[in-house]
């Protein structure tokens, strides 16, 4: 028995509007049990504004450890704090889980 995967590949910057698919095949082994991979995020330090820039000129810590110092252009606005919370994360989050699967470890 074989089992199918169909995928629809995303678009990459500078190609057409053309949709692509990849289907793969598999001969499947009944003592093999793939399932999508389970992924969960962690939202915290974006309630923690010590963790991203609100003000331009402000100077905060980079996930490296370092400092940078915030601009107009790269300061975490409420809406777009809502944005991630509640569209990028979760379209991301899906994304990767409808395409990964894992084999689940015992014990």
């Not at 629809?8 to 095949?25: D, F, I, M, N, W």
């Not at 810590?61 to 979760?90: H, Q, R, S, W, Y």
Request: net charge neutral; proline share 3%.
């Amino acid at each position: 028995m074989f089992s199918t995967g169909v995928v629809r590949e995303l678009p990459r910057k500078g190609q057409s509007g053309v949709q692509a698919y990849t289907v793969a095949t598999q001969k499947k082994n009944e003592n093999e049990r793939w399932e999508l991979i389970r992924i969960e995020a962690f939202t915290e330090d974006l309630e923690d504004k010590s963790r991203y820039c609100t003000t331009s000129g402000e100077q905060v810590m980079n996930f490296k450890g370092g400092t940078a110092i915030c601009n107009d252009d790269n300061l975490l606005t409420d809406k777009k704090k809502e944005t991630l919370i509640k569209e990028v994360i979760p379209a991301a989050i899906k994304l990767h889980r409808d395409r990964l699967l894992v084999k689940p470890q015992e014990g």
